[in-house]
């Protein structure tokens, strides 16, 4: 094996991915990763609540908690779930939430690696399908979970003003861009807009690898705090991980004094673990925005 075809092989090599697989009536093969995942159970019956988004077929009554259920079909373009006796209801936990999501078929778990995740050819299913891999020589579309909770969810999207004026108070002017890796154009813009009521600019990337890129190019040209003021990421992304971008950044000596903070639809003390034990500075679940907003605003109050 060559040096340069070693290097490749060590740059690619990320965490394991665990995908349930499921079906909707158009028959294409879709994946959500299981750590989503509560559980799957047969759809019980559901109430309509008024005035709730035309995707939400009902709320149920799941483990004593009553949960939305959306009709994942009908919420990613395709005509509403026809009701049968055998449509399953998958119980997700992500973005500090709990719904149900609505799909006719369950297939099965299969386990894989995000580097043989890729970024879709095209967008698919109306925007929703974020990456794509195959099992068995299937494709597989792994659908923007995170999106279609924003679509049905109303909950704040902006930072507040008290925030948003106490931050330019604090923040030195001219500071460098944040870069942020995502690989959910929802998630790219809630958190271009935070920054933005911060009075920051940032720099997007779909995924670790091209933010890695960035990074690099960046470090070749001079003192990597010159060209970028932190690191906001994504754990779940096609070709790189939150996880592998973190170790390669930490890796390398002109960049491992950057801060990093994964910015993740996954939850959890688990999670909180994790992240610190991979060299992140910060962890914080998807997504709230003062939340965000003052976790950078104390970050970056230290460069004034």
Request: with cysteine; hydrophobic share 40%; charged share 25%.
């Amino acid at each position: 094996m060559t040096r340069s075809n070693a290097r490749a092989q060590v740059e690619t090599s990320s965490q394991p991915l665990e995908l349930l697989l499921f079906r909707l009536a158009d028959e294409q093969l879709y994946g959500i990763n299981v750590h989503k995942v509560t559980e799957v159970v047969y759809c019980p019956p559901l109430r309509r609540m008024p005035g709730a988004h035309e995707v939400v077929a009902g709320i149920a009554s799941l483990r004593g908690r009553a949960v939305p259920v959306i009709d994942l079909a009908h919420a990613i373009g395709q005509a509403p779930a026809v009701p049968t006796p055998y449509r399953l209801v998958i119980l997700t936990e992500f973005s500090r939430s709990l719904q149900g999501l609505l799909v006719s078929r369950v297939d099965r778990i299969v386990s894989t690696r995000w580097e043989s995740v890729r970024p879709p050819p095209s967008k698919g299913g109306a925007g929703f399908v974020t990456a794509i891999t195959s099992v068995a020589e299937e494709m597989v579309e792994i659908l923007d979970v995170e999106r279609v909770l924003a679509m049905v969810a109303k909950s704040e999207q902006s930072v507040s003003s008290a925030l948003s004026t106490e931050a330019r108070q604090v923040l030195a002017a001219g500071l460098p861009p944040v870069l942020v890796a995502d690989d959910s154009s929802v998630a790219r813009g809630q958190v271009q807009r935070a920054l933005r009521a911060l009075g920051l600019d940032c720099v997007l990337k779909n995924n670790g690898a091209e933010a890695l890129e960035q990074l690099r190019t960046w470090a070749e040209l001079g003192p990597l705090q010159e060209r970028v003021s932190m690191l906001i990421s994504d754990i779940e992304m096609p070709q790189m991980d939150g996880y592998t971008l973190v170790s390669r950044v930490r890796e390398d000596s002109r960049m491992s004094g950057l801060h990093i903070l994964l910015h993740s639809s996954l939850s959890g003390r688990s999670n909180d673990d994790r992240a610190r034990n991979s060299g992140a500075d910060r962890f914080l679940a998807k997504f709230q925005p003062d939340e965000l907003a003052s976790a950078v605003v104390e970050q970056l109050a230290c460069r004034r």
